[in-house]
């Protein structure tokens, strides 16, 4: 079956780092990847989107990489704010299905 | 432009009960989805609308829930009866188009505590 595993214990970094967060998958060719932040209380928050053929995406301080080889993507926050601090979420999708979500990995920005 | 909108945010009911939730997605979006989050998990898809048609409802478990989309706009979700195990956060997500490749927008989500 599709699994999709993200870091299950909280990343501590410190502010004005960079972040790196891994999501790993198996059992499954995604046509595109997606990254979300969700804070507590809140819905998910779209951040950026990679497909099969891309290799890198960036957006402003985000940067995502997709290996379909590895069956990997790092997601990276660079020059890291405390305000960064929430829980990202890594998701899969193809064609014109729902996405499947990682549990997320907890990030934790300290001053 | 305004977001998904969910309601009620919060319910607590107890087991055996029913309970139903209602989605307002963003204006135009013609792919709605239902998804439930278990505390520490991902969000997990249950069910997926294009217009007012299921497209996937795969994990939708279908003898205590249900869910419909009438005239392609708002959706309800319901559990009939509750379990213990129904405790979680159910969101709404609409996206514009239902190929996939676009972001979904989500709402607040409605916590559900079946005791």
């Not at chain 1, 209380?41 to 891309?54: K, M, Q, S, T």
Request: hydrophobic share 30%; aromatic share 10%; proline share 5%.
């Amino acid at each position: 079956s599709q699994k999709i595993e993200q870091n299950s214990e909280a990343l501590n970094i410190q502010e004005g780092k960079t972040a790196t967060l891994t999501c790993n998958y198996t059992n499954y060719s995604p046509a595109y990847l997606q990254w979300y932040r969700q804070d507590p209380g809140r819905g998910p928050v779209f951040l950026l989107l990679i497909r099969e053929n891309e290799k890198e995406k960036r957006k402003e301080r985000l940067k995502v990489t997709f290996d379909t080889t590895l069956k990997q993507s790092l997601f990276h926050i660079t020059a890291s704010q405390p305000a960064d601090s929430a829980t990202y979420l890594c998701a899969l999708g193809g064609g014109a299905d729902g996405l499947t979500f990682g549990k997320g990995t907890h990030l934790i920005i300290q001053p | 432009e305004a977001g998904v909108a969910q309601s009620p945010r919060y319910k607590i009911i107890e087991k055996r009960q029913s309970v139903a939730f209602w989605c307002n997605p963003i204006s135009g979006h013609a792919t709605l989805y239902w998804y439930q989050q278990i505390l520490g998990q991902g969000p997990k898809l249950l069910i997926q609308f294009q217009n007012n048609g299921v497209v996937d409802d795969s994990q939708l478990p279908k003898d205590r829930f249900s869910a419909e989309r009438l005239k392609g706009v708002d959706s309800t979700l319901k559990i009939q009866p509750a379990k213990l195990e129904d405790s979680a956060v159910y969101l709404c997500a609409s996206s514009p188009a239902g190929t996939g490749f676009y972001e979904q927008y989500f709402g607040p989500g409605t916590r559900l505590t079946v005791t």
